[in-house]
């Protein structure tokens, strides 16, 4: 079993940047698909970016491609999530989640494990 623990969310100003991050507990973090979600108020969660086991494999949504990296450090047991120029509309609780196998996938459903969630709030 894998728990899952965001940080770094927090109240930025439109055009600034946050670096994420989800430790992972478990022996078996590099063998799971890890990726990044986000869910607005009122709005369904919307897959954000995924990174596969070896990180040599990345998926971004549109809305945010170019914008976003992400990375992971198995040796930490830990995926980040970098965001730059951000925008209002990224404002949401930004989740983690994994799930076994080497595909990126952009379904929620698909996804073993979750976080709690951390809060990004964009000013403008």
């Known amino acids: 079993q894998v728990q899952l623990v965001e940080s770094g969310g927090g109240l930025v100003q439109a055009g600034g940047s946050l670096r994420l991050s989800c430790a992972a507990s478990?022996?078996?973090?590099?063998?799971?698909?890890m990726a990044w979600f986000r869910q607005a108020p009122g709005k369904e969660r919307e897959f954000v970016g995924g990174?596969?086991?070896?990180?040599?494999?990345?998926a971004y949504a549109d809305s945010v491609k170019g914008r976003i990296t992400i990375s992971r450090d198995n040796a930490k047991n830990t995926v980040y999530l970098q965001m730059n120029t951000l925008k209002p509309e990224d404002t949401a609780i930004y989740y983690c989640?994994?799930?076994?196998?080497?595909?990126?996938?952009?379904?929620?459903?698909?996804?073993?494990?979750w976080g709690q969630g951390t809060q990004v709030t964009v000013s403008s």
């Open positions: 478990g022996p078996t973090f590099r063998s799971y698909t």
């Open positions: 990174i596969s086991w070896s990180g040599g494999i990345t």
């Open positions: 989640a994994a799930r076994p196998g080497i595909a990126v996938v952009p379904t929620p459903l698909e996804y073993m494990y």
